[in-house]
């Protein structure tokens, strides 16, 4: 029997890697794992803390001092002081949080201290080991959701090295059926987890990056313009790793039923982005307007916001739609498609997997009426597609554009050299539009090898621009693998007939061929990672503009019963 | 160590598709087992990942240490037995121990012809996408032209 060599790269039975190598390789997921672990470790500690805080014994207090303190320019520090009694001993305590000094912004400091204001009896915690310590508000719990970040790090390294050095037996000696039986649904429940984590991601930033603003940007349209005086406008600047960082930064003091109040929000977006200049002319304007106006909400005066409405910003909103429709339309296709392994195509797969109670029944194909075939992408679909792709790629190589200059600029021109292929990608898929639109009608659903068939094809559109037509039956081995994270796909042809070429007009617009399978070759077969198809490809070439290039796979099946000789 | 086997009938290892699968297996290992399962699968090969199908299991609880028993499987009309330049497809019997991962295979063809269907290359792929044989030019028909 002839074999195909399994010992590639990329074939199920890798060649094992020399010890050097495995060391390399070790070392590369000892780095994960020891990364992983020290951030689990350090998030964990973290949890035991909030956790431990939970046993703080909550009794009542008094608050004696509440106020935003802007020593410098910002942050804005939050003074608060408060006085309890524990076991029949007076204290006093100025700790909000444990680990709080201060706010980014005015109004996250104004809500604290709106939450405690002086002479309000509150609760407060105490730490049963030194009653001396106490705070308003405990650790979040939520930190523990943050142990499942780095434990992704933890789970990489440490499955890395366990299946580089694991022992197993000679692919030989190794059972397929018990292991089939048990990765069929373990790989699928592992892409689901995957793909969960897109979701949650997508579905984490979508609330504060999406509904949370657009939400507040219609509830605005309520609220009461009101006149305001500007106490500071400034353009902050913030360092990070990808360069320097801008945010209007605008304090503003108003009046409402005879209280006033202080707010820095300017619209409901906040943060930093790269843009400087957009913002220096904002800050002027409220630099040097003479009545500006603010939106308070009345049934919370102490918030308001200076730009209300609908604008280009809220359009971040819709950054992290893509993750989540991946995530879950990921997780839905996963869990929903049947891992069978089926081998022909269409209606004969429910017979080939059923009980072989009359095995010849089966051999009968179960539909030979005459099918219109169709190609599998349509030429909207696949301009669509390409649209998709193209904006996916530049939309996020333009967020890293954006916020880039020097060095990273050169190492984003391979992504950049992509996106702008890509936008050329879509301009042929438009012209592809306007092509002629072949008709393709097949005598018989399914083929038998060695059975015959009849062709007809037919043209709407400009015919006349396709010089050159011809008609070619193909049978394609086609073969998935991965190798790392990417999965790779190679084709190999073994079988291709030129059925049909003319120039000829009149046979382009409209015509027909007959042609016979070979008898000594493999049927459709379609698996997970492996498969045989067959198709009938159109081309036609067109001068200046791109070609009629259509594929339309066939079914052909396992030849009529019985040995051939 | 102990021994699994699967023997065929007439010592045969070509079938044709729909075509019966007689013999019978036998084992004598060290320990009791819990179970033993005879699997009818085909199993492809190659560059692409691993693809399985088991199509019939057969098991046999609490057979003890030794013994023997017959096999018969109806084959199904396909896929056929086939090596091509990326995959091989291989049909096989394997008789399995539970617990423990002991195992014997035995390969089979599966093809009308009694051999394996051989894929060769199409010669000059990926220069361009123009075929290499042309029917008409078989045949013996000139291309039509305008």
């Not at chain 1, 800050?283 to 909400?297: D, G, H, K, L, M």
């Not at chain 1, 391979?414 to 539009?433: D, E, T």
């Not at chain 1, 009629?548 to 009529?560: D, G, H, L, R």
């Not at chain 2, 102990?2 to 007439?10: A, T």
């Amino acid at each position: 029997m002839v074999r195909v060599d399994t010992r590639g790269s990329g074939g199920n039975v890798s060649k094992p890697a020399s010890i050097l190598g495995r060391l390399g390789l070790s070392l590369f997921f000892l780095f994960f794992f020891a990364m992983g672990s020290l951030f689990e470790v350090f998030i964990l500690h973290e949890f035991a803390r909030a956790m431990g805080q939970r046993s703080w014994k909550p009794v009542p207090c008094t608050i004696v001092a509440s106020e935003v303190r802007e020593d410098g320019q910002s942050p804005y520090a939050v003074a608060v002081g408060y006085q309890y009694e524990y076991d029949g001993q007076g204290y006093s305590s100025s700790a909000y949080k444990r680990g709080y000094s201060a706010s980014d912004t005015y109004s996250g400091a104004h809500k604290i201290v709106q939450r405690h204001p002086v002479g309000r009896t509150t609760v407060c915690y105490v730490n049963p080991r030194n009653a001396a310590e106490a705070v308003l508000s405990r650790d979040s719990l939520l930190i523990g959701l943050a142990a499942l970040f780095p434990l992704i790090f933890v789970t990489i390294g440490a499955g890395g090295i366990y299946f580089l050095w694991r022992r197993s037996p000679p692919g030989e000696a190794r059972p397929i059926a018990p292991i089939a039986k048990r990765t069929k649904g373990a790989s699928k429940y592992a892409m689901a987890a995957f793909f969960s984590i897109f979701a949650i991601v997508g579905g984490a930033m979508f609330y504060p990056l999406g509904i949370r603003p657009i939400t507040r940007t219609i509830d605005a349209e309520s609220w009461q313009p009101m006149p305001c005086t500007v106490l500071r406008a400034e353009i902050g600047s913030h360092d990070g790793d990808d360069g320097t960082t801008y945010s209007v930064d605008i304090v503003y003091e108003y009046t409402f039923n005879g209280q006033t109040y202080k707010c820095d929000r300017y619209d409901f977006i906040g943060g930093s982005s790269s843009g400087y200049k957009g913002k220096a002319h904002v800050v002027e304007q409220y630099r040097t307007a003479s009545n500006p106006i603010c939106y308070v909400n009345p049934k919370d005066p102490s918030e308001a916001i200076l730009k209300r409405g609908f604008h280009a910003k809220l359009l971040l909103a819709l950054f992290p739609l893509p993750f989540l429709l991946v995530g879950v339309g990921g997780m839905v296709y996963t869990l929903r498609s049947k891992n069978t392994g089926a081998p022909f195509l269409g209606t004969l797969n429910a017979r080939a997997s059923a009980p072989a109670s009359d095995p010849l029944s089966l051999l009968r194909p179960v539909d030979t009426g005459p099918a219109v075939l169709k190609p599998k992408f349509s030429a909207r679909g696949k301009l669509v597609g390409a649209l998709v792709i193209t904006l996916f790629w530049n939309g996020i190589i333009s967020v890293f554009l954006a916020n880039t200059s020097g060095l990273m600029l050169i190492f984003l021109l391979p992504f950049i050299a992509v996106g702008i292929g890509l936008i050329g990608f879509v301009i042929y898929q438009f012209l592809a539009l306007f092509n002629p639109r072949p008709a393709l009608h097949l005598s018989s659903r399914t083929i038998p090898l060695g059975g015959a068939a009849e062709l007809q094809w037919s043209f709407s559109g400009q015919t006349s621009r396709i010089r050159e037509f011809a008609v070619t039956l193909r049978g394609v081995e086609r073969a998935t693998y991965r190798r790392g994270t990417s999965t790779y796909t190679d084709e190999n042809t073994f079988y291709e007939m030129e059925l049909y070429k003319t120039t000829s007009l009149a046979e382009i617009a409209s015509g027909q061929v007959g042609f016979v399978l070979p008898q000594d070759t493999m049927h459709s077969f379609k698996a997970e990672n492996n498969k045989i198809v067959w198709s009938i490809g159109l081309r036609g070439d067109i001068k200046s503009w791109p070609d009629v290039k259509e594929s339309f796979e066939i079914e052909v099946t396992p030849a009529a019963c019985g040995r051939q000789e | 160590m102990g021994k699994l086997s699967i023997e065929l009938k007439d010592g045969k290892h070509a079938f044709a598709p729909g075509e019966q699968v007689e013999g019978r297996i036998e084992w004598s290992l060290d320990s009791n087992l819990r179970a033993l399962e005879l699997s009818l699968l085909w199993y492809t090969s190659g560059k692409g990942t691993r693809d399985v199908r088991v199509l019939h299991t057969h098991r046999i609880d609490s057979p003890g240490s030794f013994g023997l028993d017959k096999l018969s499987f109806t084959l199904p009309p396909g896929p056929y037995s086939f090596s091509g330049k990326l995959i091989s497809l291989i049909w096989a019997l394997e008789l399995t121990c539970t617990p423990g991962d002991e195992t014997v295979r035995q390969e089979i063809v599966v093809s009308p012809t009694g051999r394996e269907i051989l894929l060769t290359s199409v010669p000059g792929q990926g220069q361009d996408s123009r075929p290499r044989q042309s029917l008409q030019s078989i045949l013996g028909v000139p291309h039509a032209s305008a």
